[in-house]
């Protein structure tokens, strides 16, 4: 019990966990979220309708109604016609008068039944036909089978009864409302127009004027109960069919969302990583969070030979960067370097990396390319007209210097975080320095990518050995391409779009928006459609809260968009043939691994958990057994003798019913109220009767038993024999027998209740019932007045109708069995599927924080912007990082023993792995990896939204401080690596302070970055610091010798573009400390 309360009051009703937004609790009818009572709006079809209409699904709804009716309307036609051929047979085999106007008015009547059943079953059996018509063939139907009835019990009139035709008629309401694909109002109207018809002509016709009125109203209590319980059969139904219809537009919005989410995740691989890699290191995150059973971490790395590396660097960039916003800055570099990389994939080459204003990119990678020379060389000269289309636009002295060296290299990702695909190895250095050493609207390339170019551009000696010291120092010989000679006016007027009087940056900014260069991440939101069909095929009484809260909720799948519903309920459509299909005859059979069909069983552990979930429509089963009980009551006041026994019955029903109904509506009146035991231990109680398998075993046992013992009181009351055993003087008799039929009904008004105990408890009703009519003399007497055939006793009569009805009703109740276990086994797909929608949605997310920051990874996650949009920040006091091996390019060797460098790597990013550790701790919180540079590490600390302006001391002091706690316990690190590997590497830190500029540039391959004369400075610190130790700038080493770090000074120290400055070199704490 209080393990019960705890998961009342935690909202999870009975340990089911919620499957989508909001608990089970309040999904099936406890509490909604505003505390409101939700039980009427759980079962009303209102809401559930407009949503249909807003979605546009009515019609494909009706359509897919109809089919799944089609079954049970050819079962409905079968059955109608082995009655009549049954009725008939009996007429023949059993007449004493075959020349009597009665005989051959019956035979006639029953061979037009026969004949008009098998016209209806050709047309329900063609399924077009049906489909297009199944309003009219349905009413025609009903009404059919009124003509049918009325016209085998009043021609002849004579000796018409009452009693003559009512289980018949009440048999004929209960099935069509259950069985044809009429619509609530047209079932209501057919259904009260048997009645109407069956008390006219009962009426009208009858000979025994004696008791009229009584029979007249016992028969309109028994049919209007007739017409209850088929009217909340066909409710439930369409509640069921309208929820799993939802549910499956639901788990198609699902489909659709998940392909999109792995497409997602594909391109934000593929926008740093290569198809290549992409399948190798999906796994990746999965693999960081166990433990590792190798000394090593994972290595995605792999050779390529016969490759170019062109590397390009813009001239007078720095100077134009300076006047930039932010904002102007970002979209310089953007359009810029997005035309770059439309021109890479024009000459079949990958953008590898973005460094400040130096672009580099590589061909025959990652497929091989025998044209990799020539297109490198070629994407240099057309990035060379390019900037100089700028110059001359604009008037602004940019220029690009570009080196292109053929070779081998290593590629792939290293470290644990902020992936950037980049290459390695020594040809890849070289090409680094063709550019430092090229000349400003040249290419620069070597005598190995020469060999490549088959005479096909004009070159001219380079002579790099005299700008580069490293190419000098590996003699290395190289030449200068000549470009096509073009007429470019250096020295005209700048076109008048530009006036001369806009500063640099601006006019440069206004002719590159020209270009129309994408935007980074400009398609992330976009969802192909889904092209396969699903793989689920059965339908789902499930929660319609689930889905309308999806639906309404999840704008990222649906949108406003009217053509995603048309193409959403075009899958639908598709989907709902196979749904069909399995409630159809031909289709009984499941797979083992689904459930037996024939016992409906599933595996041991699924059985349990199908058994056991809860019936939020188990309250309204009680009401409808009420209203049956009720029935029963006032049939037995009109009919028989108001005794004690009477009395009784009726007291210890209505104790029970309005006991169990109580109890089950405790919850819509009920909330958890904490301190208060009774209110709390009602609403267990309330929960427990809805949602317990053995209470609603119980409590519908005891309903059933209420209804079936009030129905025999009489019986009970009356065991003499009648003096009398002809029908006309047993009017009372028949209702009594008649009542028989509530007790049948109630059994099959639970549907969530298993069919094995349906079966029985239907059994153990028809055996009470045949026990009391053949084990009491007072049901001895004829039943019909008919003079062509010998008549039946009401025992064996109503032995007969039950066996019908019991038969009907199993066959009813295994096809509601069927489509719960099927539901059942939608709602585990679904939950399955939700899960994986779920999972790669989180997996989509980290992927693209590996890529970007976390908060920038938020707006591009967001639905709020426009596609269009650029992501740029500004900030005023970030702490920029560069650490660098210097010695590691010592270490680095290309050669058999090591794979070609290879092993070098593998050293290389169990360093970055380590480095990347140290991000993880709380005290690094604010840190954040920009990139790798080879064997440098770059990292800022600060870049946090909402803090773009802020000029606290404070916080300025927080960010140098940690990124120089950061950068020694990268040294402590490092010296723990050479511990273990016998190396002697050493760290050289630079470090910084000042405003940037941040933001997100490349449509192609987006790359978050920084730039500012605070990075520049950070990177020269490193570039002319010291092994061990941080290079600082004064304004920097003021806060970090407040702070108490080990300092010393170092002078004046030369950095490229700027005045000498005075820097301070921060050291490491003892090692004693």
């Not at 999904?27 to 807003?54: C, D, P, Q, R």
């Not at 009325?150 to 018409?160: A, D, E, I, T």
């Not at 400040?356 to 057309?382: E, K, Q, T």
């Not at 035991?677 to 398998?693: D, E, G, I």
């Amino acid at each position: 019990m209080i393990s019960l309360m705890t998961m009342i009051t935690n909202n999870n009703t009975f340990g089911i966990s919620p499957v989508g937004k909001g608990s089970r609790r309040r999904s099936y009818g406890l509490v909604n979220e505003n505390g409101e009572k939700s039980m009427w709006k759980e079962f009303s079809l209102a809401h559930i309708k407009e949503t249909f209409k807003s979605l546009q699904m009515e019609e494909l709804y009706q359509y897919y109604c109809v089919h799944m009716k089609n079954s049970l309307t050819i079962a409905l036609v079968v059955m109608a016609t082995l009655i009549c051929l049954t009725v008939l047979f009996y007429h023949l085999f059993d007449t004493q008068d075959t020349k009597s106007t009665e005989f051959i008015s019956h035979v006639t009547i029953l061979s037009s039944g026969i004949a008009g059943n098998c016209l209806f079953f050709g047309f329900v059996v063609r399924s077009k036909f049906y489909c297009h018509y199944p309003t009219s063939i349905s009413i025609s139907y009903w009404i059919f089978l009124l003509v049918l009835l009325n016209l085998y019990f009043n021609v002849p009139s004579y000796n018409r009864r009452p009693t003559d035709d009512m289980v018949v008629v009440f048999y004929t309401i209960f099935v069509c409302y259950t069985m044809l694909p009429l619509s609530k109002c047209w079932s209501l109207v057919l259904g009260a127009l048997t009645v109407v018809l069956q008390l006219i002509s009962s009426g009208v016709i009858a000979e025994d004027k004696k008791f009229l009125v009584g029979q007249l109203m016992s028969n309109f209590v028994i049919l209007v109960c007739a017409n209850i319980s088929g009217m909340y059969h066909k409710y439930l139904t369409d509640l069921t069919h309208r929820r799993t219809f939802l549910e499956a537009r639901n788990y198609i919005q699902s489909m659709f969302k998940l392909e999109r989410e792995k497409k997602q995740q594909e391109e934000l691989l593929n926008s740093c990583i290569p198809n290549d890699l992409v399948e190798e290191i999906k796994d990746l995150s999965k693999k960081m969070r166990n433990s590792q059973t190798s000394p090593f971490h994972d290595l995605y790395v792999q050779q390529h030979s016969d490759v170019s590396i062109l590397y390009a660097d813009i001239v007078n960039f720095t100077p134009l960067a300076a006047e930039c916003t932010a904002e102007e800055l970002v979209k310089m570099l953007n359009e810029l370097f997005g035309r770059f990389d439309q021109l890479a994939k024009k000459n079949q080459c990958m953008r590898i990396k973005i460094l400040g204003d130096c672009y580099y990119c590589v061909s025959g990678l990652p497929n091989p390319n025998p044209n990799h020379a020539i297109n490198c060389v070629n994407m240099g000269l057309r990035m060379i007209d390019a900037i100089r289309e700028v110059r001359e636009a604009t008037g602004v002295d940019v220029d690009m210097r570009i080196g292109v060296h053929s070779g081998m290299v290593l590629s792939g990702v290293l470290g644990l975080c902020k992936w950037q695909y980049d290459v390695w190895s020594d040809d890849v250095t070289i090409a680094n320095h063709l550019e430092s050493g090229g000349v400003p609207g040249k290419v620069h390339i070597t005598k190995s990518t020469l060999e490549f170019l088959s005479n096909q551009f004009e070159v001219e000696p380079g002579a790099g050995h005299m700008r580069d010291a490293y190419l000098a120092d590996h003699n290395i010989e190289t030449f200068l391409i000549k470009p096509k000679v073009r007429k470019f006016d250096e020295n005209r007027t700048i076109r008048s779009r530009f006036e001369s009087s806009l500063r640099a940056s601006l006019r440069v900014t206004k002719y590159l928006e020209n270009w129309n260069v994408d935007k980074p991440f400009a398609t992330l939101h976009v969802s192909p459609m889904a092209t396969k069909l699903l793989s689920v095929t059965s339908l789902a009484f499930l929660d319609s809260n689930l889905v309308l809260n999806s639906i309404e909720n999840d704008h990222g799948v649906i949108g406003p968009s009217q053509q995603l519903n048309i193409e959403i309920n075009a899958e639908l459509a598709k989907k709902s043939k196979d749904l069909v299909k399995k409630y159809s005859f031909k289709s009984m059979k499941k797979p083992k691994e689904d459930f037996n069909p024939i016992l409906m069983h599933f595996s041991q552990q699924q059985e349990g958990e199908y058994q056991h979930r809860p019936d939020p429509s188990f309250k309204l089963g009680l009401l409808c057994a009420l209203f049956m009980f009720i029935g029963v009551v006032v049939v037995q006041a009109i009919m028989s003798t108001r005794d004690a026994l009477y009395i009784v019955s009726i007291v210890c029903g209505c104790a029970v019913f309005g006991l169990v109904i109580t109890c089950s509506f405790f919850a819509e009146c009920l909330t958890p109220v904490k301190g208060s035991p009774l209110t709390n231990r009602l609403l267990v109680l309330a929960c427990y009767v809805t949602n317990s398998l053995a209470a609603r075993i119980c409590v519908a046992s005891l309903c059933v038993f209420c209804v079936f013992f009030t129905s025999i009181v009489p019986v009970i009351s009356n065991q003499s024999p009648p003096e009398d055993r002809s029908a006309v003087n047993n009017t009372k008799v028949l209702y009594w027998a008649h009542s028989s039929l509530f007790g049948m009904v109630t059994t099959s008004l639970f549907l969530q209740i298993s069919l094995t105990f349906k079966v029985i408890l239907t059994i153990c009703v028809v055996i009470g019932y045949n026990l009391a009519f053949h084990f009491t003399e007072v049901f001895q007497v004829e039943m019909f007045i008919r003079n062509s055939i010998e008549p039946l006793d009401i025992a064996t009569g109503m032995t007969v109708y039950l066996a019908v009805f019991v038969l009907t009703l199993i066959f009813h109740d295994r096809q509601v069995e069927y489509a719960n276990r099927l539901d059942f086994l939608w709602r585990r797909e679904f939950q399955s599927e939700t899960e994986k929608v779920r999972s790669t949605a989180e997996q989509n997310k980290k992927l693209l924080e590996n890529i970007l920051p976390s908060h920038v990874a938020d707006y591009f996650l967001s639905g709020n912007r426009s596609k269009n949009e650029l992501y740029s920040e500004s900030y005023d006091n970030i702490c920029v990082m560069f650490a660098s091996i210097p010695n590691f390019k010592d270490f680095y060797h290309q050669n058999a023993s090591n794979k070609n460098g290879i092993e070098c790597i593998r050293v290389l990013n169990e360093i970055l792995v380590d480095f990347d550790q140290l991000l993880s701790k709380p005290e690094f919180s604010n840190i954040e990896k920009i990139k790798t540079i080879g064997s440098t590490y770059m990292a800022a600390a600060g870049l946090q939204p909402g803090r773009e302006s802020g000029n606290q001391h404070g916080e300025c002091q927080k960010n140098v401080i940690g990124m120089t706690e950061f950068a020694l316990m990268m040294m402590v690190k490092l010296e723990e690596i050479n511990f273990n590997s016998f190396n002697q590497f050493k760290l050289r830190v630079g470090i910084n302070h000042g405003p940037v500029i941040a933001g997100v540039i490349g449509a192609r391959k987006p790359q978050y970055d920084i730039w500012g004369d605070t990075v520049n400075v950070a990177s020269r610190m490193d570039s002319s610091g010291e092994a061990s130790k941080i290079q600082v700038p004064l304004k920097t080493a003021n806060i970090l010798m407040e702070a108490g770090f080990r300092y010393e000074y170092k002078g004046f120290t030369k950095v490229k573009g700027k005045e000498p400055m005075q820097t301070y070199l921060i050291l490491p704490p003892p090692a004693d400390t």
